[in-house]
């Protein structure tokens, strides 16, 4: 990996890097995308001459990117500084193992790959200019390589879209699903062990290739198969990537396991009863397929996937990965990989990167950096750790973290030696809040969204956005691509190792009940309760006390039929009810000011839902999967703070109360699979806070008329149609007038072609008769006015004095991509299309 300055400083995280030539494309096409990408909240670099100052891309802004899209125009090849910026985006993919995906703009992809025709001689021409003598053969043949390179990754070419619409949509949700997974933010000495093994990959090409990749805790394994993953997952079309195995327990997360391996392998969800019939299905369903599936953290050999036995079933060019601390020594296995600890050197270098953002320690730290490096023993998990907790520290501070350090007995076993070390690290830099957070990650929320765990502890008083971005920089904790928490399995085990050591000291100051004997009698403190934990949480005078103090309740499985009395008190914050047994909830209505979040999905015996008015807080209401659920409680309206309401595959589900419709914070609405439920036309306007509204597989016949002028709505999913709102809108007016699509006859349209923007429309709109109802679509391609991008408005309400019956005359104005001079003419003149006949 090449050193940067040492005055560089790592600038922020960006999703998506956008490479093109010209001002010209940035307006016509780019800034579209850019928009479009924002949308979803991917954050986005806009790469071009202009925009950045430097002559080369600088490797850490490339380094903490998940992808970069190069726009290729006529004018790209007339750019020395966009070719040798291409060359860096290569070096990139070839160096992180990160997605490069092209998108061709009024120009032929054979045109790039080739470097023929135009585009062809531009890139002489600049050649020419930029170089003489002998640099001049060679710096074309970088360039023609890189544009080769760059052509031959799968994209998009702008002529094969219907518009700049469509093929927008289809790069972002491309990019929002690309399979990747982030391997390391600084890759040291990965590559060659990655090169070592795809080489053994390809030499195996001809039979199914099995790899155990081994060594110990921290030293880099799943890195290295995610690295390896990334660079070769694209030439598979049946793969999968399953993490810390070892973290699952129980049927249910073995079942998970095997699901997940299906669903990823075949693009179908299915559900298994036993782990037997998982094997079997596994067995049957990957039988002639050619597949890249790794089984990360796999501490002991198990049979859960039954991969062993069936290897003479799959496909020659097969290949399974396995990670593991210790050697599971399969006859199958083709390659046995021990990853051995990072020489000095490099473990200097990774040590620096986390503690002073450069390749090499600062000049006055080195002898500390060097003394602190020898305690990690090489291994990288333990060198980004202790790195992270050393940025921005004061050389006392150093001192004293070495001076902890030397207390360590180094006779002891490299795995004890480790965990002390890190623990030492854990406990000298996080103050006592963000340890605590750490903590509670540990026990609870670890596969948990992050802005779940943050509504949930700052319901407890702390300031969790902050703690939790302190962790994630110390690389304590990481986030997912659904920014869903995680943890090395072994950080998770020296945070449970710290709490079992507190919980000895002074039980009644516990805040967190993880073990079983713990949970018997409760604490003063307590907060946490993990599920299962109410079976062994013994009657005592202080129990109902205990039961108070609750702020978060996982119980997966409940068995009983409702919850028990004692479960009603204020304090709680969230309730997790998971595949319960639940038929109710409770019978009279409860009170429970602070609860933000009740999920009970997949209880599939619920029949009905509790009474809500005592519920004033709550922000997520999950019913999902609950397939004998048959009514919704009336009062779901009073929930004046409702966010989300997911009703997925609520199959028994045939009503929704008129009161849902009064949710006016409720922003996400879900209602896939709920066959019996159709949505009120007249009433899908109230909810003026909706976001996204996901209801396919239902009963729905028709998108509702009200949907396009709810001012809020940016997603949607519904019938035929599923995308950004702004886009779809004009496709879901042409179906309302189509006789095919939609019976109603009195829905007419009329076309208006110009390119005139101060048109009066007043005679237009006067000579048209029998108006029944108004609607206009402007093309989104049309030239936009700045003050109006999207106007949609319901006219209705304007023209109710005019004396034409409600019943006859349904009057919709809907402007998609308008100008402001057309809406004002026809606001001003709309009463003259009064004067048609009944």
Known sequence: ????????????????????????????????????????????????????????????????????????????????????????????????????????????PSDVRLQKGDFGKALKETAQQTFSGQELEHGMSRWSHALTKAANFFGWDESNHRSDAELVEKIVKSVVNLPVLSATKFPVGLQSHVEDLIRTIKNKSTEVCMIEIHGPEGSGKSTLAKAI??????????????????????????????????????????????????????????????VLIVLDDVNYFNNLFDLWDCLKLLVEGTVIIVTSIYRIGRDQ??????????????????????????????????????????????????LEVVGSSLFKRTKEEWNSVLFKFEKVDMQMVNKRIFREIIKVSIEGSLNEMEKDIFLDICCFF??????????????????????????????????????KLG?????????????????????????????????????????????????????????????????????????SEGLPNNLYEHDAIAIDLKRSLLRFLWKTPQVLRSLKVLNLSHSKHLTTTPDFTGLPSLEHLIFKYCSRLSKLHQSIGSLNSLILLNL???????????????????????????????????????????????????????????????????????????????????????????????????????????????????????TLAN???????????????KQLKNILVEYFANITESGISKQHFRCSLIGVGAYHQF????????????????
């Open 1 to 108: 990996m090449d050193n940067a300055s040492s005055s560089y400083k790592l600038p922020r995280k960006y999703d998506v890097l956008i490479n093109f030539n010209g001002e010209d494309i940035h307006r016509k096409f780019v800034s579209h995308l850019n928009y479009a990408l924002s949308t979803v909240g991917l954050t986005t670099f806009l790469h071009y001459h202009n925009a950045v100052k430097s002559t080369h891309i600088q490797e850490p802004i490339l380094s903490r990117c998940r992808v970069a899209i190069v726009v290729f125009t006529q004018t790209y090849s007339q750019s020395a500084w966009c070719l040798d910026q291409l060359q860096q985006i290569i070096k990139w993919h070839e160096t992180y193992c990160r997605h490069v995906l092209p998108v061709y703009y009024e120009i032929q």
């Open 333 to 382: 296995v083709h390659s046995d990989f021990r990853v051995e600890p990072m020489n000095e050197e490099e473990s200097l270098e990774l040590f620096s990167w986390h503690a002073f953002r450069e390749a090499k320690p600062k000049e006055e730290y080195e002898d500390l950096a060097r003394k602190v490096v020898s305690y990690c023993k090489g291994l990288p998990l333990v």
């Open 487 to 559: 943890m090395h399995p072994s950080l998770q085990q020296i945070g449970i190792q710290i709490i079992h050591e507190n919980s000895g000291k002074d039980f009644g100051k516990n805040r967190r009940l993880w073990f079983y004997k713990d949970t018997k009698y409760g604490t003063e403190a307590m907060q946490w309760l993990p599920f299962n934990a109410f079976e062994t949480l013994q009657p005592t005078v202080n129990s109902k006390y205990l039961l108070k103090k609750l702020r978060w309740i996982s119980w997966h499985g409940l068995s």
């Open 648 to 766: 997925k595959y609520c199959t028994s589900l045939y009503n929704l109360p008129t009161e849902i419709y009064d949710l006016k914070s409720l922003r996400t609405f879900i209602l896939s699979g709920c066959s019996k439920i159709d949505i009120m036309d007249k009433d899908i306007a109230k909810l003026e806070s909706l976001i996204t509204l996901i209801a396919e597989n239902t009963t729905v016949k028709e998108v509702p008329f009200s949907i396009v002028s709810s001012k809020s709505i940016g997603y949607i999913s519904l019938r035929r149609f599923e995308g950004l709102s702004h886009n779809l809108f004009p496709s879901i007016i042409r179906s309302w007038m189509s006789p095919i699509m939609n019976p109603i006859s009195y829905i007419h349209s009329f076309c208006m072609d110009t390119e005139d923007n101060t048109i009066d429309i007043a005679p237009l709109l006067s």
């Open 823 to 838: 809406f004002n003419a026809v606001s001003d003149n709309i009463s003259q299309a009064g004067i048609v006949k009944q």
């Open 771 to 785: 108006i029944r109802s108004f609607l206009v679509a402007c093309d989104t391609e049309f030239e936009l006015s």
């Open 446 to 483: 670890i596969g948990k969204s992050r802005a779940y765990v943050r509504k949930i502890l700052n319901g407890c008083g702390v300031d969790a956005d902050i703690a939790i971005r302190v962790l994630i920089e110390r690389n304590l904790v990481k986030t997912n691509k659904n920014n």
């Open 229 to 290: 993953y990334n660079q070769i997952h694209w030439t598979f079309k049946h793969k999968s990537f399953i993490e810390n195995i070892s973290q699952v327990s129980g049927i249910r997360g073995q079942l998970r396991l095997q699901e997940q391996l299906l669903l990823d392998v075949l693009k179908q969800k299915m559900e298994i009863p036993s782990v037997d019939v998982g094997r079997t299905m596994i067995r049957e369903r990957l039988l002639g397929k050619k």
